[in-house]
């Protein structure tokens, strides 16, 4: 009896004070700022979505349009002014990739958009190979590096000595043309399924996966946008061409190698894509929403530590500094002005660490899901 | 020697073999085995067990031994054999790759080594139905205290590792972890407010100390046991730490009266149509003191000796142990830390001074690479495998060099690992890693 008395007691303890906590909890719900000074991560998530990543896109369909029409004229009229116009809408279309290849999520990672998109260097071998035989299945992975923006740069650059000799190709060689044909057409139904996609149901799902875990859209995408730093922009166009990673440079690694003169070109479009990611920026005009530096702003005044998103901005300035530096053939810088190259990388990796150990310890991001107890 | 009912036991070894058998199959089902011990191309070693690989496909063949055993275990079903196997497989599963420890899988560990030595097959087991010999309804009294000790050195030492300045008087890392939770009903409107994350943080620290003690006494056991239900599952709702939160529920039953798991069984065994009176045959094992017996209760002593002892060993450190982590490891330091890293390998000629990095991607999945870029035992057996892959790829008078950083409970990041040290040069031992920076901070307390 005694016992069962005393568990009614510590049971009616235990009750009482939930109750005492609820009210608590509800009265100050109630005041006015108790939860508007919260960050909200749909809000950020709504604005990459809506502002960012869908108009990206857009964009970027709407140019590899311009490049099929371009290249249908071409195909249909082997003309040089033809040939000429082709390669500007191919030009565009590339600038316009470098702002949607960081979003490697939902669809897009699905399809394995980057590494059908833009793999380079690319095979010459096997392109010529191809256009041969007239045999080929593009969408095996083996076949990455001969196809995508790299290869079209091959078939419009360097399939021959020089332009007339490149357009005497095209016009003597079917295969050539198909396989030219068949890139393009590639690049344009990758996309457009990946805009779909998201134009579709992808968005709202992607949107409303806001928690904090490891699957959640913020997790996702930031590991996304690391990895898209860390390996495609630090070490992809600029790291692996100047020999950081051999005991060499690599100047036939370089981004548009067969064209030459747009290197720096892709590389700063992808750079101020990057920033303005981190910034919030909006895609079209002059707008800024939520981002990951008005997160980390936010999680900086409750720990009341150092202003880190003031720091990989300035790190982000730096870089760019030192890249406007550069010229525009990153192959000759690579083999005249190396030192530029590597000053350049040195930039970009300060700011690997300031984003992979400071903002990822700042926003707590898991790397993968598995259990943890604290680092 | 005191006697004891054997239910607690019971109880204790039906709730464990089953958890067991139900970690084994999440963790099969999420595809970790894969994941974790199939996949990655390098696997890091513990000290001294780097004969300790994963088996290839034959893992599988190890989860499916240590499932089987588990629920062997859960039944009483041979229970030594079980209960051996099971500690076995287990603890070579938690070997194969120090990237996946976990402090409860530790304490699994431990757990099953002390079972190994204890009666719990002595009532409500198959062992005990199909051989009376082995029926008993009371047991010695230390075998059950024994488990109630473990489970409060676990407690108690997490309490004691929150004793420290980041943790007490930074609020970190809670101030980092709780405000992404601010999704959560009622309490994450809360969760970026210093009055909160301190109450958590303190509240925790007491918790971790306390509850013990308040488990042990009759009076107060049932708020006790609140508590630690309360308390873990938010920390299950927090954080993503598996299995954890249920293991320590349940393993803190142990600490009620045998009248409740008396209760429990009946239940059970009314549900499943068990004659439970046939257990309840009065028999008394007796403690013997044998020459076996001896040994078996020596080596027990032994065994909390260590445990007790073990976790001071940062003490023999110099340096930071959150940032040198000399020390952290087997000593219920959970949930302490938010750390991140980053630790990029420069491959040397040391003869014609020309160099490369290393793309960490090519040879270790992303868990790996941000466990490795933190843990100074990690980098250096990392720089080790680095230098005998190159060295196979003909590249000579191999010298590895890392430039790494580090950033702890919100500071900045700062240079971790000395850059102008030859990692190849220097070996693992139980000596302090001289060529770890200093850490420029401090970080007060236990």
Same mark, same amino acid.
């Given at each position: ?7 009614t ?19 100050t ?16 998530? @709504? ?20 490049l ?7 195909i ?5 002014s033809?040939?000429? &116009?082709l ?5 565009e ?14 669809? &897009? ?14 095979s010459?071998?096997?392109i010529?190979?191809?256009v ?18 790299? =290869? ?6 360097? =399939?021959a000595?020089?332009?007339? /000799? ?11 043309r ?7 057409n ?8 990946v805009?779909?996609?998201? %134009?579709g ?7 409303n996966?806001?928690?904090s ?8 995408? @930031?590991?996304?946008y690391?990895?898209?730093? %860390? ?9 692996i061409?100047?020999? @950081?990673?051999s ?9 548009a ?10 590389? /700063? ?8 990611f ?23 005044s409750?720990?009341?530590?150092s ?13 760019? =500094?030192?890249?406007?530096?550069l ?29 992979? @150990?400071?903002?990822?310890q ?13 680092d | ?17 089953f ?13 970790w ?10 696997h ?12 290839g ?18 039944l ?6 079980s209960?051996?196997?099971f ?12 990237t ?51 489970v ?8 004691l ?15 980092i ?6 999704d ?8 970026h ?50 299995m954890?939160p ?8 142990i ?5 409740f ?22 028999k008394?094992?007796?403690q ?9 209760i ?20 110099p340096?930071?142990?959150f ?5 952290y ?61 190159f ?18 409970n ?8 000395d ?28």
């Open positions: 009896m005694i016992i069962h008395h005393l568990n007691k510590t049971t009616s303890i235990i009750l009482s004070m939930a109750m005492i906590f609820f009210i608590v909890a509800c009265s719900e109630n005041e006015p700022k108790a939860s508007t000074d919260n960050f909200d991560r749909q809000a950020m998530l @709504v604005n990459w979505a809506d502002n960012i990543i869908i108009p990206a896109y857009d964009n970027y369909v709407g140019k590899l349009t311009d099929t029409n371009a290249k249908n004229d071409f249909a009229n082997r003309t040089l033809n040939l000429e &116009a390669k500007i809408a191919w030009l279309a590339y600038i316009a990739w470098q702002s949607v290849s960081m979003f490697e999520i939902g669809k &897009a990672e699905e399809l394995s958009l980057r590494d059908f998109t833009n793999v380079f260097p690319t010459k071998t096997a010529e190979e191809h041969n035989s007239g045999t080929y299945d593009l969408t095996l992975p083996s076949s990455r590096n001969q196809q995508g923006f790299p =290869a079209i740069d091959y078939l419009l650059h360097g =399939a000595e020089n332009q007339e /000799m490149i357009l005497e190709r095209f016009e003597t060689e079917e295969n050539l198909n396989y030219l044909n068949d890139l393009i590639r690049l344009a139904d990758l996309s457009t399924a805009l779909q996609d998201w %134009e149901g992808y968005r709202d799902e992607f949107v996966n806001d928690g875990t490891a699957s959640s859209s913020v997790n996702k995408l @930031v590991n996304d690391m990895f898209y730093y %860390e390996r495609t922009l630090r070490a992809g166009k600029i790291g061409p100047a020999g @950081v990673f005991n060499t440079p690599l100047s036939d690694r370089v981004e190698f067969y064209r030459r003169d747009v290197s720096k070109t892709l590389f /700063m479009a992808s750079l101020n894509a990057t920033i303005d981190f910034n919030g920026q909006y895609y079209n005009g002059n707008g800024q929403g939520e981002s990951l530096k008005s997160y980390l702003d936010f999680l900086n409750i720990t009341d530590g202003d880190l998103s003031g720091l990989i901005n300035d790190q982000f300035a730096k870089s760019k =500094a030192k890249a406007e530096n010229g525009e053939n990153f192959y000759t810088e690579v083999e005249n002005n190396n030192a530029q190259m590597l000053q350049t990388y040195d930039e970009l990796q300060a700011n690997t660490i300031l984003l992979k @150990v400071d903002m990822f700042a926003l707590n991001i898991r790397v993968d899901y598995v259990d943890a107890d604290g | 020697m005191r006697s004891t009912k054997a239910a607690p036991l019971a109880v204790f070894r039906i709730f464990f073999g958890l067991m058998a139900i970690s084994i199959i999440r963790f099969w089902a999420l595809g085995i894969d994941k974790l011990y199939i996949k990655p191309l390098f890091f070693s513990y000290y001294g067990f780097e004969f300790i690989k994963p088996l496909e034959w893992t599988y063949v190890l989860f499916l031994i240590c499932g089987l055993s588990a629920i062997g275990v859960a009483g079903y041979k229970y030594r054999l209960i051996i196997l500690f076995l497989s287990f603890t070579y599963i938690e070997l194969m790759d120090k996946t420890y976990l402090n409860h899988y530790y304490f699994i560990s431990l757990v099953a080594f002390l079972l190994i030595f204890l009666p719990v097959n002595a009532y409500f087991s198959l062992d005990a139905k199909r051989q009376p010999i082995l029926s008993f309804e009371q047991v010695p009294q230390w075998t059950i205290d024994a488990l109630k000790l473990l409060a050195i676990v407690y108690f030492y997490a309490g590792a929150k004793l420290n300045s980041d943790w007490l008087l930074q609020g970190m890392p809670l101030k972890w709780l405000p992404a939770h601010y959560l009903p009622i309490l994450g409107n809360f969760f407010q210093n009055w909160l994350i301190y109450l958590f943080s303190w509240s925790g620290a007491i918790f971790d100390l306390s509850i013990p003690f308040l488990l042990l006494y009759k009076r107060i056991r049932l708020v006790a046991f609140v508590l630690v239900v309360v308390f873990h599952m938010l920390t299950w709702v927090l954080f993503p730490i598996g954890f249920f293991i320590m529920i349940l393993a803190a039953t600490f009620f009266d045998a009248k798991h008396d209760k429990l069984l009946s239940i059970a065994a009314k549900a499943l149509k068990i004659n439970k009176k046939k257990f309840d045959n009065q008394k094992l007796l013997s003191f044998n020459k076996a017996n001896k040994l078996k020596s080596l027990l002593a032994v065994f909390f000796i260590v445990q007790i002892t073990f976790p001071f060993r940062y003490l023999a450190y340096g930071e142990l940032w040198t982590e000399e020390g490891r087997f000593s219920w330091r959970v949930m302490l830390m938010e750390k991140a890293g980053y630790a990029s390998f420069k491959i040397v000629n040391g003869k014609t001074g020309e160099h490369f990095y290393v793309n960490n991607a090519d040879f270790l999945t992303p868990f790996q690479e941000k466990q490795m870029s933190t843990q100074p035992d990690f980098i250096l057996e990392y720089a080790h495998f680095l230098k005998k892959h060295e196979k790829q003909g590249h000579e008078y191999l010298e590895v060099y890392v430039e790494s950083y580090v950033a702890i919100g500071r900045r990041s700062t240079a971790f690992v850059p102008t040290v030859n990692l190849a040069d220097k070996k693992e031992s139980w000596k302090h890693k001289n060529w770890i920076l200093p850490f420029n901070d401090e970080i007060k307390g236990l």
